[in-house]
């Protein structure tokens, strides 16, 4: 129905012709009645228009009406590009900031997973807080009670972590990381295959053929998704499996395995130990609701459950342990290490994002000052306060919005880094990618943000005329009495109320104040990880070349094994540029917690008090000249000799605290220990031979701790090698590969790396989070160092005739810099003050909430304080600068 | 905003165009110059419409849905737009009108309590 504009013409010519014929007919002249009609029907243009209005909907006027003040508004901004700038960059590192880390929150820790009913699968840990074990597994006859008396979980899957010498599968043998597991695993994690099978209850046994999944990030990385790879055959250690099918992609837990492998395919887990002893523990367990049970449920009963097995099995929890059951989500628990990390990192954006706004209020505060004059003309002219509001809401969404879009843009790349980051904490965030909400975000921001500072700038309206008149008469009365009033406007002169003026610094505090919370919790970590970085490992960290040679690669064990490492250690001794080179059974820091927390001893002469438990130490294996290649010293005794093997005297070497705590009386050399932990069977005592120094390879932050050394010989294990180079150590690489390669074709040869480097790689994420710590704390000490100048800039500029009379009456321009630079000074330790306050304030909160929250030290907080105080001198520098060089004539003529 | 100095009309009564569109249609569809001379024949020239208000209120009636408009050859011999009621423009005339006439009831009563029903200069609003 509604009329287009020839329509309208049309019925206007239709008028037109029946008031002339009209016209006519009474008897006027045909150009008369023209011109008559005409006038008579009034502005065309104008009914054409207020026709064509009715046919729009209401809300047109109103979008035409902020159309309309949004093009003023980019018009007045154009004028003034370098604040509309400052304000849109301000505002997109802060927007952008929490738009990407929002979206990692929620992919990290809201996303569902893609398991079925995902909410109805637990994970389910056995934790011993006594013996500081956070995870301590299960046992096989620990799951087969639960799988018998539990009824609130319908079905119970099991996952353990080995490591196989995979041969097959494209390129060279290698060791990977595989997840052995029961039947029902997959049907209780409710996951599917994109190819072929999974495994089932039929896979479970000692009679089942070996077969293995592949995991969806395997296959399609290093597989090249290679839909050929079903049943193909695979080595894996000493038994082999058929590739049954791949896994959807889903997020790897308890590990980031490359294939998931039946029970068949590790003779460990049918041996006897595995089968039935209680204290074997190496299996996660998973869980799934039964239909109708709840998770309180399931908790109260598995726990009653479990302390009943903890009585009627005495001898494998013992009190000290304090052994504990405790059932999750599984989304919780995959979630659960990100959580804090995130939350902060939550925090520290919103923290940016709340310095960023108030420097952009700041900002525009101060453009608003400027613009009173204008404001209180428009307002003397009949403009509503709501008007002058849209015009200043116009402005501030024009702002607002280039901010937002300008921060989606650069959320992209920010995501991807803050999800690599977090990565390390929880692997669902490999998979985050920026999602719609970030736009959601990014635009509820910016909305805030422009409502907010809409509201920033304090309005003429209310009393219109009458501050549009005063403002007008002391315009004049600045300019004389002769001068016209509307000079003032062109002059745009500035008057800086008290009131505005504490506005402003007010914003400059807070923004200082939120960078030195940011910048002291940047300092603390920086600190601690040049800590980390610096602390003495005890190691010759720079030459020793480490190497891992897993020893099951093609099932020989015992003397063969001990045959090859004399060989390698040989023949690789015989390179040139190898200074010496030994087999050990751990790489520092590398291979933390792989060996368990440690293994109970006793030792000669030494007492338990009652109910006292044996002491525990590290169980490290070393080869002889191992002490001398990796630069720990021998402190008393001597180093093994090729003569320490099986058939001899079992011997030993104790670390330095093992000698002080065990021997008090410093006659350990020579003295004896002995394992009691059950594992070993019956004590064989062990003759000390040697003290070597304490070192620390579970944590680079080196503590003394308790270590016993026992002969490669002797064992038959060892699987790491040391190699000290004399000069480049990765040159090495290549001839150490050959020469075993040359011994044994099968061996692999991984992982080549400096102590050096391994320690660096061990303390990436610390890194990572003093990274990006840092990144955060520069971006809001830019924000910050931008906002204190422009405040002082602004109070200079309005101060301009006071300057000048200062300097007129003869002041020194030195003085007058001072006095704005201690003015900046002012601001900035105000600031630092009030953020000191209120970070400990936070903090006392915030450990409420995480339990313990560390405090950054002394040296960070004052090198944060001395940091923001250099940069509000820095920021000071040029306004002040400027007044001590104003021009007095024209101080004085300008207002 | 009808302020011709030359002739003593009266300013249309703010709302009630609409009601006088509608009533002029009443006889039978017509086109907006002859409503507008209607509605100032009948009132004695006293009412006169501006077309800067008659037509956008034609257009604003069409929309309701009391009116629709056909086009049609002209006695001017030009194609023009007629007006036409609808049934739902017709129930709103009977409602405009007892409306009216109760308005103007009321306010008679407030201007001359003793009745005064016609002659006084107030009357015709």
């Given amino acids: 129905m509604r009329p287009g504009d020839d329509d309208l013409d049309e019925e206007i010519r239709g008028h037109l012709a029946l008031s002339i014929k009209d016209r006519i007919e009474r008897g006027e002249d045909p150009a008369a009645a023209r011109l008559a009609a005409l006038k008579e029907f009034g502005n065309l243009t104008l009914t054409r228009d207020s026709m064509r209005s009715v046919w729009r909907p209401r809300w047109f006027d109103a979008v035409e009406a902020l159309a309309r003040d949004i093009r003023f508004a980019v018009r007045s901004l154009l004028r003034a590009k370098g604040l509309a700038a400052t304000v849109v960059v301000t505002l997109a590192l802060g927007i952008g900031a929490n738009a990407a880390i929002f979206s990692v929150v929620r992919g990290v820790l809201l996303r569902p997973l893609v398991n079925r009913d995902e909410d109805r699968l637990i994970y389910i840990r056995q934790s011993a807080p006594g013996l500081a074990a956070s995870n301590m597994t299960f046992s096989v006859p620990e799951i087969n009670d639960f799988k018998s008396r539990v009824t609130t979980i319908s079905a119970f899957g099991d996952f353990s972590t080995v490591e196989f010498a995979m041969i097959g599968l494209g390129g060279e043998p290698r060791m990977v990381k595989a997840g052995v597991v029961g039947g029902s695993f997959f049907d209780v994690m409710g996951l599917r295959p994109v190819l072929g099978r999974l495994l089932n209850a039929k896979d479970d046994g000692p009679d089942a053929a070996g077969a293995a999944v592949l995991t969806y990030r395997f296959w399609s990385t290093s597989l090249d998704s290679d839909p050929t790879v079903i049943g193909k055959t695979i080595r894996l250690g000493p038994r082999t499996a058929t590739v049954v099918g791949v896994l959807e992609p889903s997020v790897p837990y308890p590990a980031d395995t490359e294939i998931i492998a039946n029970v068949v395919t590790s003779p460990h887990h049918l041996g006897a130990t595995m089968v039935t002893m209680r204290t074997h523990r190496m299996t996660e367990l998973f869980g799934r609701l039964a239909p109708g049970a709840t998770l309180d449920a399931a908790r109260a009963e598995l726990t009653a459950i479990h302390d009943a097995i903890k009585t009627e099995h005495p001898e494998a929890y013992s009190a000290k342990a304090n052994v504990q059951i405790t059932l999750t989500r599984l989304r919780d628990q995959i979630a659960s290490p990100a959580r804090t990390i995130l939350l902060v990192l939550l925090a520290a954006a919103a923290v940016v994002f709340v310095i960023a706004c108030s420097n952009v209020a700041n900002l525009i505060l101060a453009r608003s000052v400027r613009r009173e004059g204008e404001l209180a003309v428009r307002a003397a002219l009949g403009a509503g306060y709501g008007a002058l509001r849209r015009t200043l809401l116009a402005e501030s969404l024009v702002l607002c919005g280039a901010g937002a879009v300008l921060g989606v843009a650069i959320a992209r790349p920010l995501v991807a880094i803050v999800a690599r980051y977090a990565a390390r904490f929880s692997i669902r965030a490999l998979a985050v990618t920026v999602d719609p909400s970030v736009l959601w975000v990014g635009g509820g921001l910016a909305m805030a943000a422009a409502v907010l500072l809409a509201y920033v700038p304090r309005l003429p309206s209310p009393y219109a005329s009458a501050f549009a008149t005063s403002w007008l008469w002391r315009t004049r009365r600045s300019l004389g009495a002769g001068g016209p009033a509307g000079l003032g406007l062109a002059g745009g002169s500035v008057r800086i109320t008290p009131g505005t003026n504490r506005r402003l610094r007010a914003f400059a505090t807070i923004q200082i104040a939120f960078s030195f919370v940011l910048l002291a919790g940047a300092g603390m970590l920086l600190a601690t990880l040049i800590t980390l970085q610096t602390a003495s490992t005890g190691y010759n960290m720079r030459q020793v070349l480490a190497f891992d040679i897993p020893p099951s690669a093609t099932g020989v064990t015992g003397a063969k094994v001990v045959d090859f490492y004399q060989e390698a250690t040989r023949r690789i001794g015989q390179l040139p540029g190898v200074d010496g080179v030994a087999v050990g059974s751990f790489v520092p820091w590398r291979d933390a917690g792989t060996f368990g927390s440690g293994v109970r001893f006793s030792a000669d002469g030494y007492k338990r008090a009652d109910g006292e438990e044996d002491p525990i130490a590290r169980l490290r294996l070393a080869a002889p000249r191992l002490f001398g290649v990796l630069g720990v010293p021998l402190l008393a005794g001597r180093d093994f000799t090729d003569d320490d093997r099986d058939s001899s005297e079992p011997v030993s070497i104790v670390s330095q605290s093992v000698a002080q705590r065990q021997f008090p009386n410093g006659d350990a050399l020579n003295g004896h220990m002995w394992w009691t932990d059950p594992y070993f069977g019956k004590p064989v005592p062990r003759r000390i031979v040697g003290v070597v120094a304490d070192v620390d390879d579970e944590s680079v932050i080196g503590r003394p701790a308790m270590a016993i050394y026992m002969p490669v010989r002797s064992v038959g294990f060892g699987g790491r090698l040391f190699v000290h180079a004399a000069g480049d150590p990765y040159a090495l690489v290549p001839a150490v590969r050959r020469v075993i390669r040359e011994i044994s074709a099968d061996q692999p040869v991984e992982r080549a790396a400096t102590l050096e480097d391994v320690r660096a790689e061990v303390l990436s994420p610390e890194r990572l989070n003093a990274f990006v710590f840092s990144a955060f704390a520069g971006i809001a000490l830019l924000i910050a160092v931008v906002g204190v100048a422009g405040v002082l800039a602004f109070s200079v500029s309005a101060r301009t005739r006071e300057f000048g009379v200062r300097l007129a009456v003869g002041a020194a321009p030195r003085r007058l810099l001072a006095r704005v630079l201690s003015e900046g000074v002012l601001i900035a330790a105000i600031g630092i003050a009030a953020g000191a306050g209120g970070g400990y304030a936070l903090a006392s909160v915030a450990a409420k909430f995480f339990g313990h929250v560390e405090l950054p030290g002394t040296v960070p907080v004052i090198g944060a304080a001395a940091v923001l105080i250099g940069a509000a001198v820095i920021a000071s520098l040029m306004p002040a600068a400027r007044a001590s060089r104003v021009d007095v004539l024209q101080a004085l003529r300008s207002e | ?125």
């Fill in chain 2, 1 to 125: 905003m009808a302020k011709h100095p030359d002739a003593q009309r009266l300013d249309m009564l703010h709302g009630t165009l609409d009601m006088l569109i509608l009533r002029t249609l009443q006889w039978g569809p017509q086109h907006g110059h002859g409503i507008g001379q209607a509605i100032r024949a009948q009132s004695d020239d006293l009412l006169k419409v501006e077309t800067g208000s008659l037509y956008p209120a034609l257009h604003r009636l069409v929309k309701r849905g009391w009116l629709k408009w056909e086009w049609d050859v002209s006695e001017a011999n030009q194609r023009a737009k007629y007006y036409k009621l609808t049934a739902a423009g017709k129930a709103q005339l009977a409602r405009e009108q007892d409306r009216w006439s109760q308005l103007v009831n009321a306010i008679g009563r407030i201007m001359s309590p003793a009745r005064a029903a016609s002659g006084g200069p107030g009357s015709k609003e």
